[in-house]
């Protein structure tokens, strides 16, 4: 039997990605898309893309009718104060703002400088990772998509953390490069063409707000890791490529680090453990991943196996945000969890 | 029941393209995949979006075993002299290179430079452009793809010349833009990154091969079009906007335009006409396409409604050429004509 | 003695380039620069490339004091209404608008959908492109600086019309490519980053308002060409290559238009001829001219002979605006045709 | 009195990048430029940026002239056995090359595989930074010229190590984007344009040979730094970002790294801090400084004042090549330090 699905705030970026998604998946009807500024008119005069998939037009937030499972793409700091208005409409809720991602309420004045509006409701909520959360998420009501940048930091250094094998005496480096979609379809003079084609940009080398989720995340017994994060824009339009520094707490060869990934990894449909000896491909690239959920992760020791650099790609719009909001449905609602999310991407590209 | 398909020559952009829609296919099973270069190595190693795709490795061409279709991405002017050996290893052949493209066997002569080993075998073949030629393909033995800035500029200007309105005593001017993929996957110091990167270059001003294709396919009742083609290089990986400056007979509005390309391709599943009043993606744009095999056509008229220009968008390596391909393979064997096609494209991208 | 020379409207990018030049010219002295929404900030916190070359800070133009020479950047249809004032703050003027570029005033209503507020001044301006107005730049008052695409298409153009060979029953059609700062500083959806990263998009299939400096220079003895003007926006920021297709009365050989471009263009400093027989830098190629004044000319012919492609390249904001601006104020007082305009271009970039 | 000044290997990009700054030099001229492939032909068909600029042709490298400045732009590893030749044909060399930077013999065998041909030579170089070591540089025979990720990593470190404020114990993690032309003028698969266009790749995570460099310069009294150094490349022909992560022993606020920075930059002609409060060019951006000399240094603490993220920016064939070798030149030659190297760079670009 087919679910019904809606998205609440589909104009932007994730939500054309969702409904690109959601449109070709076997299991669900898009039955809804909302927008405010574009009510009325059809949806493939803002995802291009879509221009014959379908004969769906925005309508005004409040015409919303209640659904099986609803995909919020709300602003951040938008999401949280309607959460029980989200609630009502959406037998299960996907959100792909940051307004439950955290689990400790105060880390929200702390790193986006506002106050939860229901703290309360945190609890209920899950980080929508399936790699880390597969479980909770089989049960949830309302889960929280996680943070593009977040995702590939915390997919590529998980492992590590868990097999305890980083030296938490020592700094773990992560140094996120980015393209231009990840901040949004809104326009600014920093996502202005001539000013941003070609770039090379310090974003935010530091206090960039996914720090928050990749701390959380990247605990173990409570402890939270000593990382330092920094975002760098590049030229691009889809793709991140996390590239982590991390200190070692005894030096390990290859085939340990082989087996700390895989232990983990070693069944996950979306999981491409990337390192060859040799080849312009040995290592993950993001542009190859352009559309699909993959996040591809590979690494290399330094010469005296005490300093590891991993590194993990992902599409930001995908693994980053939509497909990882699709990959979770899938866990939910007990469907094939590649369901929807099938293309292998392009090369060249 | 499903049908086994080979790719000779898969280590190319086209035969990489040819494997991932092949390997996405419903109705058929990709059996083998040549390549003298790479035999032995995994395909992904060449086309890393297939990683955790597939197990094929590339085999040399000599054990290419026969099967139900055998395509063919084999360099210009070597398919031609092997073509009896192709017909032995597949049922049906379906051909990416230039070699069976043309009617007029004097035609290889002056526009590729080469005399054709096997003219007898020419009306045996049949131009695989389903807009054109759906009917002959549907009982070809051997299917010869259509070249790819040919494509966009023959499905963009067709419409015109069937329907008579187009000045014969006027020249057309057709301008294509083109990325890099089409070039191939050889390494040239034209294609070195430092020097291609950022280009608005002319490739061929004049004497395009692919002339050939388009004075054979727009020519109406034996009489040939004035047709006058060139190529510009611009910076993009696929994609090709053919820009086509027609005269018109008499002046024309919207209206009649709109019921020209209506009536040609009302039906057809991969051309959309692309014209809005308003909004930047009022008109075809190629970078959207990319991994889909959809031809985007619109048009605008001068002021006087005399001169018309004609946009055609294709993804080079889909429509263009592997899509192309695959569709021709699905109205020859029977299948929906969208099997294996269906991705949508990206937005952004 | 050093000119003072001053910038109205310098925030842009035509005003930052101006400054640019300014800043580095051996015979004037950049005394002031406005910008109403900038005022009271350095100049580099907009132009980040001059931070440490000048300590000029914006001022309101209010505050504009008289000047040896004033070089105008304000918006189209801004210029005209305060041409007087203009007049008063600079001994020479040099507007970069399109206010003073058209001899017709009608052509304004036409072109530009606005009536000339000050048609009885329109003679007393000349158009600024030395290759064609040398001598009325050397006494004017107020010199129209040229529009970019108009630039590059009419010195493409201009010794084929003037030698008399072109066929006058047949159309020129003109396809020009161009980057996304021609279209200014002013942010906008089509040139969000996402959206406008890695196009080939049809700008202006037809309309376009430049075919009117287009119309008006390239007549010869009162005929206006039979030209066709196109504009496609294309992956760059800086750079134009207009691609002109030319009919021919009769056959001509390439020494045929060496004869011509060399007469007329032999002695010029910044046009340069570029036909090679081989060699990817065989024609011209906007990329290598950022930051020079040259305009690149190179052709090829059919093998008939009839048809001749012309390529010509420029720099949009050098040669298409501040750099042909300079060198008409480097004409009009005296100076060395290439003062401040020296710098010849990176290769690679 | 001119001297004259030759550059040996000019084919390439650092050599094309020499041969434009020097024949604009104001001090020198350019009499001969080798290379071995093109000798005979005209520089401009290699560097079309110089066409009309130079009747220069690329003569064989044995008919090289005794000149006053030899540069010498050879590969790594060729230019250390003919050093005494180059010391015959140059009163004073500059040697772009990798084969005389490092001042331990036994650093060539570790980081370069190669066992030094001429170790007793090496005390007789210096390394041709001008920032730490204008002194000696000044009375040089031979200069070695600094790579270009080096170049970014050490000036952007340098003032903190000299400060004593970067704490031992713990790494500086150094993150070097980087774009294509870096890899020099030779084709290979990885700079294929389809392959290369558009990536984030993992260059060299680990064991890049710029580490030796680093260690070198940044070592104080002998105490070799704590650094790990990566290369990441970007869509770009110029440029390097190197974002350093520097743990400090002290919480610093951002007055005393105004001032340790401004101690050991203040005076210097090519080094500019770039650090502003807000704006879309608060932190230093390689894509401005194409085709200038300068290095862009910034940076931002961490909430806590201990951790230090330092942005150095340059472009990699002018600081980080020709324009630093140049600049030596001056040095040495007592000409003004900044001639031949006015060019403020583009913006936007």
Same mark, same amino acid.
């Given at each position: 039997?087919?679910?019904?699905?809606?998205?609440?705030?589909?104009?932007?970026?994730?939500?054309?990605?969702?409904?690109?998604?959601?449109?070709?998946?076997p299991?669900?009807?898009?039955?809804?898309?909302?927008?405010?500024?574009?009510?009325?008119?059809?949806?493939?005069?803002?995802?291009?893309?879509?221009?014959?998939?379908?004969?769906?037009?925005?309508?005004?937030?409040?015409?919303?009718?209640?659904v099986?499972?609803?995909?919020?793409?709300?602003?951040?700091?938008?999401?949280?104060?309607?959460?029980?208005?989200?609630?009502?409409?959406?037998?299960?809720?996907?959100?792909?703002?940051?307004?439950?991602?955290?689990?400790?309420?105060?880390?929200?004045?702390?790193?986006?400088g506002?106050?939860?509006?229901?703290?309360?409701?945190?609890?209920?909520?899950?980080?929508?990772?399936?790699?880390?959360?597969?479980?909770?998420?089989?049960?949830?009501?309302?889960?929280?998509?996680?943070?593009?940048?977040?995702?590939?930091?915390?997919?590529g250094?998980?492992?590590?953390?868990?097999?305890?094998?980083?030296?938490?005496?020592?700094?773990?480096?992560?140094?996120?490069?980015?393209?231009?979609?990840?901040?949004?379809?809104?326009?600014?003079?920093?996502?202005?063409h001539?000013?941003?084609?070609?770039?090379?940009?310090s974003?935010?080398?530091?206090?960039?707000?996914?720090s928050?989720?990749?701390?959380?995340?990247?605990?173990?017994?409570?402890?939270?890791?000593?990382?330092?994060?920094?975002?760098?824009?590049?030229?691009?339009?889809r793709?991140?490529?996390a590239?982590?520094?991390?200190? /070692?707490?005894?030096?390990? =060869?290859?085939?340990? #680090?082989? !087996?700390?990934?895989? *232990?983990?990894?070693? %069944?996950?449909?979306? +999981?491409?453990?990337?390192?060859?000896?040799?080849?312009?491909?040995?290592?993950?690239?993001p542009?190859?991943?352009?559309?699909?959920?993959?996040?591809?992760?590979?690494?290399?020791?330094?010469?005296?196996?005490?300093? /590891?650099?991993?590194?993990? =790609?992902?599409?930001? #719009?995908? !693994?980053?945000?939509? *497909?990882?909001?699709? %990959?979770?449905?899938? +866990?939910?609602?007990?469907?094939?969890?590649?369901a929807?999310?099938?293309?292998?991407?392009?090369?060249?590209?």
């Amino acid at each position: 039997m087919t679910l019904s699905v809606a998205i609440l705030g589909g104009s932007g970026y994730a939500g054309g990605e969702l409904l690109r998604l959601l449109l070709g998946h076997p299991e669900v009807e898009v039955t809804q898309v909302t927008s405010r500024s574009r009510a009325g008119k059809f949806v493939h005069t803002v995802h291009p893309n879509l221009r014959k998939r379908t004969q769906l037009k925005f309508i005004p937030p409040e015409k919303l009718e209640r659904v099986d499972v609803l995909f919020s793409a709300l602003p951040h700091g938008a999401t949280a104060p309607q959460v029980k208005d989200l609630l009502e409409r959406g037998s299960i809720v996907v959100d792909l703002s940051a307004d439950f991602r955290l689990r400790d309420p105060a880390a929200y004045e702390r790193w986006y400088g506002w106050s939860h509006p229901f703290p309360e409701m945190i609890p209920d909520t899950v980080y929508g990772m399936p790699e880390l959360h597969r479980e909770e998420i089989r049960t949830a009501r309302y889960i929280a998509g996680p943070g593009c940048t977040a995702t590939a930091a915390i997919l590529g250094l998980a492992p590590l953390f868990r097999a305890g094998v980083v030296d938490p005496s020592m700094p773990v480096v992560i140094e996120a490069k980015t393209g231009s979609s990840g901040a949004g379809a809104e326009v600014t003079l920093s996502s202005h063409h001539p000013e941003r084609a070609g770039i090379i940009r310090s974003f935010k080398p530091t206090g960039h707000r996914h720090s928050a989720e990749i701390l959380q995340e990247l605990a173990v017994d409570g402890v939270a890791p000593n990382v330092h994060f920094t975002v760098t824009s590049v030229e691009a339009v889809r793709g991140i490529l996390a590239t982590s520094h991390v200190f /070692l707490k005894e030096p390990l =060869a290859d085939k340990d #680090l082989w !087996k700390i990934y895989r *232990g983990m990894y070693g %069944q996950e449909p979306f +999981i491409r453990l990337v390192k060859e000896a040799s080849g312009i491909h040995r290592y993950p690239e993001p542009k190859i991943l352009s559309g699909t959920n993959y996040c591809d992760i590979g690494w290399e020791l330094d010469a005296d196996g005490k300093r /590891l650099v991993v590194m993990a =790609a992902i599409d930001n #719009l995908m !693994k980053g945000a939509a *497909g990882q909001a699709v %990959q979770a449905m899938n +866990i939910r609602c007990g469907f094939d969890e590649t369901a929807g999310l099938e293309f292998p991407g392009l090369h060249p590209i």
